[in-house]
């Protein structure tokens, strides 16, 4: 019952992260110091597939020569002013959320995937409510991020500014800030894949964010924990700057005695 309980941590701390995304959601190497990382890369393209799209390409149809484009291209490194103008279109994005609802899908180290509903609400709070089949809840209350395991009736807590998800809550986002490292900012697919790191995060690992270039809109990220597991989550129907009940941001204690709402 520990293993399993063990592994769940692993699964759910290495947090999040799946990413059915699109096919486009390509995986590219980040060089990361200091923390050792699985190799990501762009799916590669079925060879019948390439055959035919390259025939559609030449025969001039339009949608055929934009999946080509989508699936061949390879991704760039985003650099010098370009770089910060993306940063700062991030900066911009996140800090103009304030709360979010979403469906969040989650693929863990293992394969396994578990879906539910996200709520943020900055600074600090975050809520990871998974479907009635997975009896586990990931939850911090602006302080504390708290991980319960229902099946055995285990909390585990960590502070949530000690974590990779806090650049998702924190009040001012500013990833100019030279606490934070950006070690590779990759463009890829029409979308746009940047790791943030914090120092003083390192025994928590590190997260990727993902979003689509146009539009700026965060789809999904990839939490990678120091012993290289990755956890991915993709996001769905979201809802920007809408209430969300404080209730969210609790939870109930399953330990013997101690029933009753927590935060």
């Keep these: 019952m520990l293993g399993i309980y063990m592994m769940r941590i692993i699964s759910i701390l290495v947090i999040l992260p799946l990413l059915m995304v699109q096919a486009a959601y390509a995986q590219v190497q980040v060089k990361?110091?200091?923390?050792?990382?699985?190799?990501?890369?762009?799916?590669?393209?079925?060879?019948?597939?390439?055959?035919?799209?390259?025939?559609?390409?030449?025969?001039?149809?339009?949608?055929?020569?934009?999946?080509?484009?989508?699936f061949s291209a390879p991704p760039t490194?985003?650099?010098?002013?370009?770089?910060?103008?993306?940063?700062?279109?991030?900066?911009?994005?996140?800090?103009r959320i304030r709360t979010l609802k979403a469906t969040f899908i989650q693929r863990g180290p293992q394969g396994n995937v578990d879906e539910g509903k996200l709520y943020i609400e900055r600074p600090g709070k975050i809520r990871?409510?998974?479907?009635?089949?997975?009896p586990i809840l990931l939850v911090s209350n602006g302080?504390?991020?708290?991980?319960?395991?229902?099946?055995?009736?285990?909390i585990s807590r960590w502070p949530i500014d000690k974590t990779p998800l806090s650049i998702l809550v924190e009040d001012q986002i500013d990833l100019k800030n030279k606490k934070i490292e950006i070690p590779e900012m990759i463009r890829f697919a029409g979308l746009i894949k940047a790791s943030v790191i914090q120092p003083d995060q390192r025994d928590y690992g590190y997260i990727t964010?993902?979003?689509?270039?146009?539009?700026?809109?965060?789809?999904?990220?990839?939490?990678?924990?120091?012993?290289?597991?990755?956890t991915r989550v993709a996001l769905l129907n979201p809802e920007y700057n809408v209430t969300v009940d404080d209730s969210r941001f609790t939870y109930d204690d399953p330990r013997p005695r101690r029933r009753g709402p927590r935060r």
Excluded: C, H
Aim: net charge negative.
């Design 143 to 154: 302080d504390m991020l708290s991980f319960i395991d229902y099946e055995v009736n285990q």
């Design 209 to 230: 964010l993902i979003f689509e270039e146009s539009t700026m809109e965060l789809k999904s990220w990839e939490v990678v924990d120091v012993q290289g597991y990755t």
């Design 77 to 95: 490194i985003i650099e010098n002013e370009d770089r910060e103008n993306v940063i700062s279109k991030i900066e911009d994005t996140l800090n």
């Design 32 to 70: 990361v110091p200091e923390v050792e990382k699985e190799p990501l890369a762009v799916p590669p393209i079925e060879e019948n597939e390439a055959l035919e799209t390259r025939q559609s390409a030449e025969e001039g149809k339009p949608e055929s020569k934009a999946r080509m484009v989508e």
């Design 128 to 134: 990871f409510e998974y479907t009635d089949d997975t």
